[in-house]
């Protein structure tokens, strides 16, 4: 059977606010809980099925790539087995859940944990970007395009048409939690009318219907300093998700990953690369051109006599210090590997021959210890 897709599972719009959907699901978890209808598969089906949705949907990052890329995009997809959510009672008012049934066990009187009657810092949202390997090496700029929350533009994040005001819950005088007796347990749970608010808003706005937070697809230009690795983040501030209650907003970091070059390795700043010679270049020595990433070629000395594996430094030809307003970069090392002739004309036969007459060949080489 195909899946359905998760808005349409909790009945909510793709633009929903996290209350809406917190709403929404609430009401089919209520609905269709395992407890209130046993062995009806319908309603167990529908549990499991707005669970899911719910988990995917109440995060953020998870939303965002499922908008993005559907169920592709969520991690575990359907894979995950919900089978098990709401076996364990305390699952469903603990752990994940804990914010939408409120406290287990809680004390009389006392507030929900989540607190959400003030002003709240916004969640930071994270971005991953990846470039090319030149690009970390110089800096580059980015587009990035992503969604956020911000504070509703029509009640400024109030969440109440102007001047209309708030009033004191008439659920819950104010407390934010109801109790209710269900089975052996007597559960103190977030008040259902004000969501734990303690107050009610009289008159919400009708942009925003009382949330105060709206989501807005956001672009932005993000400048990749010179020398930035795989694993440095770039922050934003105040480009995450706005607060509750008219809260300042949280931040955005941009992680940085970078492409694997064809042939540089990079270790800090320094960059790595093997070089191939001729065993006549090896011998006699000469110059050559190398390769640098800021593709010149420069010329270095090979001294008559190189032997193989050794390693020469071209200076400050590595990567830019990371915010480094000089011009300090690392180094390129150059490990210079002898290649033997695989193919020999006659020519060539003939004057190896000769080489070998006059050098001589040692047929009894002293051993030495084993290296790479
Ligand atoms: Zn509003
Ligand atoms: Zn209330």
Known sequence: MAKRDYYEVL???????????????????????????PGDKAAEERFKEASEAYEILSNEQKRQAYDQYGFAGVENGGAQDYSNVYRDFSDLFGGGFGDIFGSFFGGGGGRS???????????????????????????????????????????????????????????????????????????????PTCNGEGYIIENPCTECHGSGLMRKKQKLKVTI???????????????GDAGPNGGPSGDLFVYVNVKPHSYFERSGNDLYCQIPISFTQAALGGDIEVMTIDDVRVKVAIPAGTQHGKVLRLRNRGVPKLRSS??????????????????????????????????????RPEPVPFTE
Do not use: W
């Open 113 to 191: 944990s989540h607190g959400s009657r003030g002003p709240a810092v916004g969640s930071s949202l994270r971005y991953d970007v990846e470039i090319d390997f030149k690009e970390a090496v110089f800096g580059t700029k980015v587009e990035i395009s992503y969604s956020h929350q911000v504070h509703c533009s029509t009640c400024n994040g109030s969440g109440e048409k102007s001047g209309s005001g708030k009033k004191v819950c008439p659920t819950c005088n104010g407390v934010g939690q109801v109790r209710r007796n269900s089975g052996f347990f007597s559960i103190a749970s977030t008040c």
């Open 225 to 239: 300093p010179a020398g930035v690795d795989t694993g440095n983040r770039i922050s934003i501030s105040g480009m």
């Open 326 to 363: 000089s011009d300090q970069r690392g180094d390129q090392y150059i490990k210079l590997v002898i290649e033997t002739p695989r193919k020999l004309n006659r020519e060539a036969k003939k004057l190896l021959n000769q080489l070998s007459e006059v050098l001589g060949e040692n047929k």
């Open 11 to 37: 009945g909510v719009s793709k633009g929903a606010s996290q209350d809406e959907i917190k709403k929404a699901y609430r009401k089919l978890a209520i609905a269709n809980h395992p407890d209130k209808n």
